[in-house]
């Protein structure tokens, strides 16, 4: 099974939700720490954002513009 960049973000988002509806829970009962939290979603969104990045660029060579920098029509 091929896991595409795409799918990857969608996950990601995924998991970004579950821990803002999750986490003030944890926190609440002192299970994870305010600070925990907010390192690891911070890292988690890292990850994300690169990954958005890779599949733009790749789709910027897959698809170059009609216009190159500089041209236009």
Do not use: C, W
């Amino acid at each position: 099974m091929i896991i595409t960049k795409r799918q990857m973000v969608t996950e990601l988002n995924r998991e970004l939700a579950q821990r803002d509806r999750v986490y003030p829970r944890l926190i609440d009962q002192g299970k994870l720490t305010q600070a925990q939290a907010d390192l690891q979603t911070e890292r988690l969104r890292a990850a994300r954002d690169l990954i958005k990045e890779l599949h733009d660029q790749e789709e910027a060579v897959a698809s170059p513009s009609l216009f190159p920098e500089g041209e236009s029509a």
